[in-house]
């Protein structure tokens, strides 16, 4: 084929990096000076690389999809690229010299110059060709000067994690691909079942996997509008959404786990608990309870549609007229400006990708909105003058907010005549009555789907119906109010998808404001800081000059302390919203001020962020945190200029750069990249894994030693009777196994637990002693804060566990891996002289054959049950359990406490039981190793080391004697080699990440 004949003299490389390069890019070697240009000859340039296309509203989308880009025609497709270019350059009497960095740089020679029409000719040609190996691709072949000479200019970001998964996707099909044409002996021989199953759990894995950003400021200091605008700029168009929305219509036929992907990720994430049996069932439950874009009345859609046109209009006249006056929210609720010290977002806000718009809403259990409720009755009893306290500054206290609660979820003050005397009468948390619409909510969620076939309407139900649990302003009818009043009291959690390629491998949390004084917001916010990888603190002048309180919040939290231990997942961006206050306008003609101030507050802000943690940071800290200056709103304005979406992004190149927009999409997808990568490098370990035992069967079964084993095999005639004996073995040396897991545990908590508990609890008795009569409010102990009540100073969980040294996981760890290992090594040892002693005298070359087989599978075994990089078991882990070992013992303490009739039977309650709690965590914690950790890894564990079915055998034994008894085709599996090394070549292109040349 003429395709591949250039394939030796033609070099494709990846686009250059620059210092002004986003964090996405690697620079790579310059090789200019391996091509030789004769003077004598005319020389064309050409540079192919992807198209700007627009989104909704007619915005000029700052990310392309990975699936339609250039990057993969370079990474997957280079020979049939180098061959197609060549092709057409012989046909215009052209020979293709060189392919240099860029995007895609291709330089042909002729004897003659082409005419401007045969030129035109020539580009067209190339463009069709190249659009046959990319059919969905939307890129620009045109003709440039020397690239030594002219710059790069300005293309659409390819987000790496979208790369990685259009890689993998496709890895995963040309491997299955391949296994469907070999053999059922070499499928065998080389275990691929299981490989294909462990390969399409690493890759969905690696798709579900996100790194988890929050936002955090004061109220009003626009955390909602900066998601806004990245969710609004990097929005799929109309035909991606119709494209990937194709099979919602028909959901209700599902019946295969293949087709489980096409529903919603908010319904299926529930679908996902119930077995084969249940889920068509469950399914048509809640689609039937799912509320869809089409229940929204014609007319109510078409006045939103128009009033959203508007906002665009708005919008795109913004750097002209400097006003937003009919601008609408894109997808998150925001403020008015009444309301600028109120918190718009009441409860967490987790924003997700998902190719159709969707929501699911969850609400708290009634036994959490009880301990909630209860802690006003202890107010009310204790004779806090600060209780019935009214509003100050528009913002409700604590207590107010508590009253405010009690009147919309119980029926006791139904006409909002508030009587101290009912609380008093109330005896315990479990004793408070909720309305009975309040019970019949609570625990339960509620689902919102797009019909999948209009972008622009899918998009407003869910605003509309997402606005609705942050105010009832809607609300037509008096009952209608209150039932909303009382679902957005009765709320715990929103989940929002949409199809925005800013969340592709992220999940956004918008927390509430930090200024917000009920303590529930600010246990959400603690929450919150201690799940994610990534802070987005926002201001709108500086860190530096941001609200103290929230400042402290942030160091308290301990984000900082786990950002100094591992910066591969942790993340600070110091973000300064310039549009909410700033005088100074994006324009070029600011450009040395715009540049020097953000310098300027770099400094200033990293001294500031060293003064409150109090301590000096580290060089190598201080490069990782991030301080982008954002104009997300003239951004959004310039993208939205008319005319040739390449062209206007060129024109205004500068300005756009100058934004920090770009670099600030690059610098999150590439912080979310590398927190995925460990699953990468996974899967390049199980298919290199493949390729070492095709290696060492074939140096095998070259020394005929398969054939004398084969024949064995095959003249015994009691191998039925064998079989069982076998079994009886390898059980044994499970059970075996399972008592070492067991003793190690117990020694764990004997050993290592036990003492420093026992220190902790004599340290806790001291501290209560001295704390104890400064105690007077039952709030504090209120078990749903788990002892860490934000509203007190004084905090139960720090009296209790303050003294507890940090525990030393080492040992454990050790010790479990050498258990496994040496399952491995006596199952092999075992089984070898098993077959030694009714085969081969031999038991040497026995183990030997015994270790070739199985030995990959049993390593396997091993490293999901020590969960290597993606189920860590670590001593991450370990303390993690531990930590909530911590807090379950205490809790179970802080129920009995709260319940009590005065703060003083409660003190004493403390007092008496306050040392048995600290020693009781490691009951729960050994409890926790065997149910959370142990036992799901064991029994995976244990089925992997036997076969499935009615009989099942010792995998062991099902390897090597299926091994044996087949036929071993060595020019198949050579074959089958090769294709798995050009997968690992796929899977390292997935590791090296998109390059762009911005």
Not at 118 to 131: A, G, I, S
Request: some cysteine.
């Amino acid at each position: 084929s003429h395709f591949g004949s250039g394939e030796g003299r033609v070099k494709m490389a990846m686009a250059s990096s620059d210092s002004d390069s986003p964090p996405a890019r690697r620079a790579i070697p310059s090789s200019h000076s391996c091509f030789k240009v004769d003077l004598r000859k005319w020389t064309l340039f050409l540079r192919i690389s992807d198209r700007f296309v627009q989104t909704v509203g007619g915005i000029i989308c700052p990310i392309v999809s990975a699936g339609t880009s250039v990057c993969v025609l370079k990474q997957l497709h280079s020979t049939a690229v180098s061959g197609a270019l060549e092709h057409v350059g012989e046909v215009f009497g052209l020979a293709m010299t060189a392919m240099k960095p860029g995007s895609i740089l291709v330089e042909f020679e002729g004897k003659d110059p082409l005419s401007e029409d045969t030129c035109k000719q020539f580009l067209q040609k190339l463009r069709n060709e190249l659009q046959k190996l990319l059919p969905s691709g939307n890129f620009c072949v045109e003709r440039i000067e020397d690239p030594a000479h002219a710059g790069s200019p300005l293309e659409p970001l390819v987000s790496e994690v979208d790369f990685a998964r259009h890689i993998l996707k496709s890895v995963c099909n040309e491997f299955e691909a391949k296994v469907k044409v070999l053999s059922s002996e070499t499928v065998d021989w080389l275990d691929i079942k299981n490989t294909i199953g462990d390969l399409n759990c690493l890759i969905k894995e690696f798709e579900d996997k996100r790194t988890k950003i929050s936002m955090l400021s004061q109220n009003g200091k626009g955390k909602s509008t900066i998601l806004n605008f990245l969710l609004c700029l990097t929005a799929d168009n109309e035909m991606e959404y119709k494209n990937n929305n194709m099979h919602l219509k028909g959901l209700s036929n599902i019946n295969t786990r293949e087709e489980m992907e096409w529903i919603p990720q908010a319904i299926r994430e529930e679908l996902e608990k119930t077995t084969d049996s249940e889920r068509t069932e469950e399914l048509q439950r809640m689609l039937a309870k799912c509320k869809c874009t089409s229940i929204v009345p014609p007319l109510e859609m078409e006045e939103a549609l128009a009033n959203e046109k508007k906002s665009f209009d708005t919008l795109r006249q913004y750097l002209d007229t400097t006003g937003l006056k009919n601008l609408q929210p894109y997808l998150l609720p925001v403020k008015s400006i009444n309301n600028m010290y109120s918190t718009t977002t009441k409860c967490n806000v987790r924003l997700k990708y998902g190719p159709v718009y969707q929501m699911k809403i969850k609400y708290f259990s009634v036994e959490e909105l009880q301990s909630i409720l209860y802690e006003l009755v202890t107010m009310v009893k204790e004779g806090d003058d600060n209780a019935l306290d009214a509003a100050e500054f528009g913002r409700a206290t604590s207590s107010a907010a508590l009253k405010e609660l009690f009147c919309l979820l119980t029926p006791y003050f139904l006409d909002c005549s508030f009587d101290p005397d009912l609380l008093k009468k109330i005896e315990c948390p479990g004793s408070i009555k909720l309305c009975q619409d309040v019970k019949d909510l609570a625990g339960t969620s509620e689902y919102y789907v797009g019909d999948g076939e209009n972008v622009m309407k899918d998009r407003l139900f869910i605003r509309e119906n997402l606005q609705k649990y942050v105010t009832t302003q809607n609300a037509t009818q008096e009952e209608e109010k209150t039932l909303q009043n009382r679902k957005i009291a009765a709320l715990k959690t929103i989940e929002v998808y949409a199809p925005c390629k800013i969340l592709i491998g992220k999940e956004l949390l918008e927390a509430p404001g930090i200024d917000e004084s009920d303590p529930l917001a600010l246990k959400e916010i603690s929450d919150v800081l201690n799940e994610v990888n990534s802070i987005l603190y926002i201001s709108d002048y500086s860190f530096k000059t941001s609200e103290k309180e929230v400042k402290e919040f942030l160091v308290q939290s301990g984000f900082l302390d786990r950002c100094l231990e591992n910066q591969q997942d942790q993340k600070l961006f110091l973000v300064t919203y310039a549009e909410k206050s700033s005088s100074l306008s994006l324009s070029l003609a600011h450009e040395r001020i715009i540049l020097r101030q953000q310098l300027e507050t770099r400094k200033c802000d990293l001294h500031t962020l060293e003064r409150f943690f109090k301590r000096k940071l580290p060089d190598e800290f201080k490069k990782n945190v991030s301080t982008p200056t954002l104009y997300p709103v003239a951004y959004a304005s310039i993208l939205m200029k008319a005319g040739d979406p390449t062209e206007v992004a060129r024109e205004h190149e500068n300005i756009l750069k100058l934004s920090q927009m770009q670099s600030f999409f690059a610098e999150l997808d590439h912080f979310a990249f590398n927190y995925g990568k460990p699953l990468i490098e996974e899967i390049k370990d199980l298919l290199c894994r493949l390729q070492d035992t095709a290696d060492k069967h074939m140096q095998y079964c070259g020394k005929d030693e398969v054939k004398k084993w084969q024949n064995i095999l095959q003249n015994k005639e009691s191998m039925e009777l064998l079989l069982s004996s076998a079994n009886e073995r390898h059980d044994d040396v499970l059970k075996i196994t399972l008592k070492k897991l067991e003793k190690a545990r117990e020694g764990l908590i004997l050993n290592t637990v036990n003492p420093l508990l026992m220190e902790a609890a004599n340290t806790a008795m001291k501290e209560w002693d001295s704390t104890k009569s400064h105690i007077n409010k039952m709030g504090i102990f209120n078990p749903y804060y788990n002892g860490r009540h934000p509203a007190y100073k004084i905090k139960i969980y720090h009296i209790a566990y303050g003294g507890l040294k940090n525990l030393d996981f080492t040992n454990f760890l050790d010790e479990t891996r050498n258990i496994m290992e040496q399952y491995k090594e006596t199952a092999i040892g075992d089984f070898s002289k098993f077959l030694s002693q009714h085969f081969e005298k031999d038991t040497d070359k026995m183990q030997r054959l015994v270790r070739l087989v199985a030995e990959k599978e049993l390593d396997a075994g091993i490293d999901w049950y020590m969960g290597k990089k993606r189920l860590p078991f670590n001593g991450t882990k370990l303390q993690n359990l531990f930590n909530e070992a911590l807090v379950l013992s205490l809790k179970y303490l802080l129920v009995k406490v709260y319940s009590m009739k005065s703060i003083e039977e409660a003190k004493e309650k403390v007092s008496k039981d306050l040392k048995t709690t600290v020693l009781k965590a490691a009951k729960d914690f050994e409890y926790k190793l065997k149910y959370d950790l142990h036992d799901a890894r064991w029994k995976s564990f244990a089925g992997r080391m036997k076969t499935r079915g009615a009989n099942p055998k010792s995998r062991i034994w099902q390897l090597v004697t299926t091994s044996l008894k087949n036929e071993f085709k060595i020019k198949e599996i050579e074959k089958f080699k090769s294709s798995v090394g050009d997968m690992i070549k796929m899977v390292d292109a997935a590791l090296e990440g998109s390059r762009t040349t911005s």
